[in-house]
């Protein structure tokens, strides 16, 4: 005779948390699987017949081993009972329930799941912090605070979760809050950035603590708090880059990028810096093909003065910095040498470099990413590639945002 197996998610703690369902569930049980951080104060309404299992996992260990909960449920389903394998939160979220749900499958057991609501959405609502807003976070991440960043076995991208924007929900992060707030702040998040850390949420004995960033692992300290405790982090307020370097190799989809990043913008300059040549009537083709897939309420400046084109409060791309730098080397006599053409060369990059930085309006530069590793058999070539590697390390460390595209990806570097 076989019984059946249900998880069901218990919420973030309180016993009135639990779905309707849940509870539908729970009151069917002939067997109860229970975690510590479940609603354990909904075991009361059971009847004397129904078997309890503690499955808790406690500060020093488990009560029962994985192994020993995947039996508890197989084999009193196959005594013919109803069993609930009561967690807190959701069972598919930093539990176990796709290991049990499998365990079932495995051994022949039907088994369902009932989700809950877990306790990364739901602390922060109870808090009233939010974790998405008009004008604000556009998402939110959550990630498991029981290993210290700096452990080898954390699993945590920390610097990629940083880069993200949103906001960052931190669970069972107490023990670890100081490092894991050290971290944040030395990936770029502002020390000022608003943070919550709330313990024993939805319970009489809810304690919650506000801070900055920067202050959040100490006044969490000095109020005692400690998990089962969620860390709400803020998303930092993140106004539109101004200057913006976008770099990728031939054929990336580097330029289609770049003018994603300036759509919806009502005017653009695009500083073209390669004209069509009417001695080349296949890069004139080129040229005439990348004109036309321009949005037409954009306006085309060929030219290399780029420091005169920047000159403006309009939002500007530049596309190219590699055919504007072999254009501008070709003009300096860079190829035979020289000191008055390295001064001349130098004196064009600088123009250029400072016009980056100090432009009004905003700009997005397109160049492409010279080298890995290839040493070019051609003095020219070495020449070329030094000078724009140089130069696209100078636009880098102005620039507020810097993109690298492969295959039409882009990813955020800076």
Known sequence: MTGRVVLVGGGPGA??????????????????????????????????????????????????????????????????????????????????????????????????VVPGVTSAV????????????????RGFTVVSGNKSPDDPACGVDWPAVARTGTTLVVLMGTRHLAAITARLIEEGIPADTAAVCVADASLPTERTVRASLADLARDVAEAGLANPAVVV????????????????????????????????????????????RADDPEWAERVARHRARRDARWGTVETLDIAGALRTTMPSMIDSVTTWLA??????????????????????????????AASAGRVVAVSDEVGSGIVPETRSGRLFRDALGELNQRLAATADDVWFVTAGLPRRLK
């Not at 974790?131 to 976070?137: I, R």
């Not at 998303?235 to 580097?254: E, M, N, Y």
């Open 122 to 137: 739901a602390v922060p609502g109870l808090a009233a912090f939010p974790l998405t807003a008009l004008g604000g976070a």
């Open 15 to 112: 016993p009135d948390l639990i779905t309707v369902r849940g509870l539908e569930r729970l009151l069917e049980a002939d067997v109860v699987v229970v975690d510590r951080l479940a609603p354990t104060g909904l075991l009361d309404r059971l009847g004397p017949h129904v078997e309890i299992v503690d499955a808790s996992r406690t500060p020093t260990g488990r009560l029962l081993s994985r192994e020993e909960i995947d039996a508890a449920l197989v084999d009193r389903a196959r005594e013919g009972k109803v069993v609930v394998r009561l967690q807190g939160g959701d069972p598919f979220v930093f539990a176990h329930g796709f290991e049990e749900v499998q365990a079932c499958l495995d051994a022949g057991v039907p088994v369902e």
């Open 233 to 276: 982090v803020s998303a930092p307020a993140r106004s539109v880059a101004r200057r913006t370097l976008v770099l990728g190799g031939s054929r990336s989809g580097k330029s289609a990028f770049a003018e994603s990043l300036v759509r919806d913008e009502p005017a653009v300059d695009y500083i073209a810096t390669t004209p069509a």
């Open 327 to 356: 254009a501008t080397m070709d003009g300096c006599g860079s190829w035979e040498g020289g000191a008055a053409a390295a001064r001349q060369l130098a004196g064009r990059v600088d123009e250029f470099v400072d016009a980056f």
